[in-house]
């Protein structure tokens, strides 16, 4: 089991990665305090004997799978267990899931009594490279995604890699999506991935690649928690990609996965990132877009959805889209386009790239 510490600002956070986290950490962290597990219904019916060993007699609420279900009323309902439930200010939230268990059950443990603790466990490969640590949370509102949240640290996360075992490989590459933005970022990253992308089914190279990602992020959120500065950075392919998903539906790491495509596309072109660097990160995008592949998707119209990139968290104003882009190996900056240059931007990338 590795370990890795994550100061931010606000409060400290423990990581653990291995198989054997949950057996070292589940007994104390379940022991003196009323506990409440939030996780869906995948999850349930896929590890009965992992709920039933460490966390039997708990309240379980059980949220059916699905991005739809990281709403409002998904987080009233947890909200009222919870309360209904006898949870005291010393309780713990455990939530063991997806990026979308972890991010309703932080929000949930944040605001319940002004804040409990909240332990993650995160079982997709985009939880465990991402979404688990740094303590975003939020639910959808509006067709916006995550537009209510809070950043609220999580005491421990335990990453068990033998989750993905049971992960459709769709899921993977879901995962994959992220762990691209992240070798956009991160030299060591990038060339563990441009060198072994046939690896992606190993075990043991996606343990490697899932300490080195929150290694990563862990630094990231220590230097800048609320997302001011460095943390920027991590939206990488994430202003399109949320487009993307609102429009086409693709799940959350598919569409970072085109958005990447798209928006370093348009980097190269408006000269935001060095050509040589961001064909190789193209090759890579399109390597990992290729695990699982689904049909190329019918593009034609997205300067109409890029639209939905206005309503990005990372805009001041309503004619600029402002877009994190990897800028050479190691380095990223920000892009700002007008809204109309950008869209012909992304249908040109969409035209001529995918
Ligand atoms: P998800 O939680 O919907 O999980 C994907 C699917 O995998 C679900 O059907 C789930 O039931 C299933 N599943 C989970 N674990 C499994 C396992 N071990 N075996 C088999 N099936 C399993 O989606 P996700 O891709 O994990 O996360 C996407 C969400 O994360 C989005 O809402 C996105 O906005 C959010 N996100 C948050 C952050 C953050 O920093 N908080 C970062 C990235 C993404
Ligand atoms: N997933 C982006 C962040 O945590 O900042």
């Known amino acids: 089991m590795q370990e890795i510490t994550l100061n931010a600002p606000s409060a400290a956070a423990k990581i653990f990665v291995g198989d054997d986290a949950l057996e070292k950490r589940l007994p104390a962290l379940t022991t003196g305090q009323k506990n409440f597990v939030l996780t869906d219904s995948n999850v349930y019916e896929l590890y009965p004997d992992l709920f ?48 979308v268990i972890g991010d309703i059950g932080g929000l949930a443990a944040a605001l319940y009594m002004r ?162 660097y961001g064909e190789r990160l193209l090759s890579i995008v399109k390597r990992a877009l290729e695990l699982a592949p689904v049909s190329t998707p019918d593009f034609s119209e997205i300067a109409d959805c890029a639209k939905l990139a206005k309503s990005d968290k990372k805009n001041t104003d309503e004619n600029t889209v402002k877009t994190a882009v990897a800028k050479r190996k190691n380095e990223w900056t920000i892009m700002a386009l007008p809204f109309e240059e950008y869209a012909e931007a992304l249908q040109k990338a969409a035209r001529e790239r995918m």
Do not use: W
């Not at 060993?53 to 009323?73: Q, R």
């Not at 459709?168 to 994959?176: L, N, Q, S, T």
């Not at 563990?192 to 630094?219: P, Q």
């Open 52 to 99: 039933k060993k460490y966390f039997d007699g708990t309240e379980i609420f059980v949220l059916p799978a699905g991005e739809e279900n990281k709403s409002f009323p998904s987080l009233y309902a947890i909200l009222s267990k919870m309360a209904e439930t006898g949870l005291l200010r010393t309780s713990r939230l455990f939530a063991v899931g997806g990026g």
């Open 115 to 276: 804040g409990i603790s909240c332990v993650q466990i995160p079982t997709t490969l985009l939880a465990q490279v991402d979404s688990s640590v740094g303590g975003k949370t939020a639910v959808d509102l509006g067709g916006v995604k995550n537009i209510v949240g809070a950043f609220y640290q999580p005491r421990e996360v335990l990453v068990a890699p033998s989750f993905l075992k049971t992960l459709p490989a769709r899921e993977i590459k879901c995962g994959v999506g992220e762990i691209v933005k992240y070798a956009a970022l991160n030299g060591e990253i990038f060339e563990l991935l441009e060198n072994n992308g046939d690896k992606l089914d190993d075990l043991a190279f996606l343990t490697d690649l899932i300490v080195a990602c929150i290694e990563h992020k862990a630094r990231v959120v220590e230097a800048d928690e609320k997302e001011t500065g460095e943390r920027r950075s991590l939206n990488v392919g994430h202003t399109t990609g949320h487009a993307v998903e609102l429009a086409y539906g693709f799940s959350h790491g598919e569409s970072v996965l085109y958005g990447m495509l798209l928006e370093t596309a348009t980097a190269i072109e408006k000269g935001a990132c060095e050509r040589e």
